[in-house]
């Protein structure tokens, strides 16, 4: 029995504690007491893009730039046509002056002659008349001295021909050869019936004719045959 008093005595003493109240506390200050902090809550924003910062161009102004930098390319390719196009163009008038010079110098050097050989021709035609001056029937034995020297103005007149014609120049006989008349390079004395000829026929050679390098320097003069 005792021992039962004691526990229950024990039992008192441990729940009076609990049971004693709190001081006077105000309404406000225990419902600030009592109330739970609320919770601070952070939102992050989200991070900026990268170029973001610069300002942003409208579609005017594009459109505008695009149009300066479309003309401006424009002018450029214009340009360019226009100093490949003189590029061309001088380089052919380059090559067209290298020809020309060329074809000058190569003129120079086959007519260099002409004024020499214009001057020539009339020593050649004096040997040739000395030659045909000499009567057939007289070139016989009993005339040796005269034969020799007609034969030695024949070799001399040969090697004469021959060293002209490898500087470019050459004597034409139109009669002999039958030619027929050419005004570009005959010049007509005279014209006579020959009913054994066409019209038009060299028969006769007054002066024969002398070519440079393709060039007429003399033409030849010579009589022409005409029957109508």
């Known amino acids: 029995m005792l021992q039962r008093n004691l526990f229950q005595a024990s039992q008192r003493a441990v729940r009076s504690p609990l049971r004693t109240r709190s001081p006077f506390v105000p309404i406000s200050q225990r419902l600030h007491i009592t109330r739970a902090p609320s919770s601070t809550r952070w939102y992050t924003e989200p991070a900026a893009k990268e170029g973001s910062g610069a300002p942003e161009t409208k579609p005017d102004e594009q459109s505008s730039e695009t149009a300066q930098l479309k003309e401006q390319a424009e002018k450029k390719d214009a340009e360019i046509i226009d100093l490949k196009d003189k590029y061309l163009r001088s380089v052919a008038d380059f090559r067209n002056l290298q020809e020309r010079t060329k074809r ?121 045959v005409k029957n109508s």
């Open 104 to 224: 000058e110098v190569q003129a120079a050097k086959d007519f260099a002659l002409q004024r020499f050989a214009r001057d020539l021709v009339e020593s050649v035609d004096n040997l040739d008349r000395a030659l045909t001056t000499v009567p057939k029937d007289k070139l016989s034995p009993e005339n040796s001295d005269l034969v020799t020297l007609h034969d030695g103005l024949r070799m001399t007149e040969n090697i004469l021909m021959q060293t002209l014609k490898k500087h470019g120049l050459e004597r034409f006989d139109p009669s002999v050869e039958g030619m027929k008349f050419d005004p570009n390079i005959h010049e007509a004395v005279f014209q006579t019936p020959q009913p054994d000829k066409e019209d038009g026929t060299v028969f006769h050679t007054q002066q024969k004719g002398f070519m440079l390098n393709g060039r007429v320097l003399r033409a030849a003069k010579v009589g022409v």
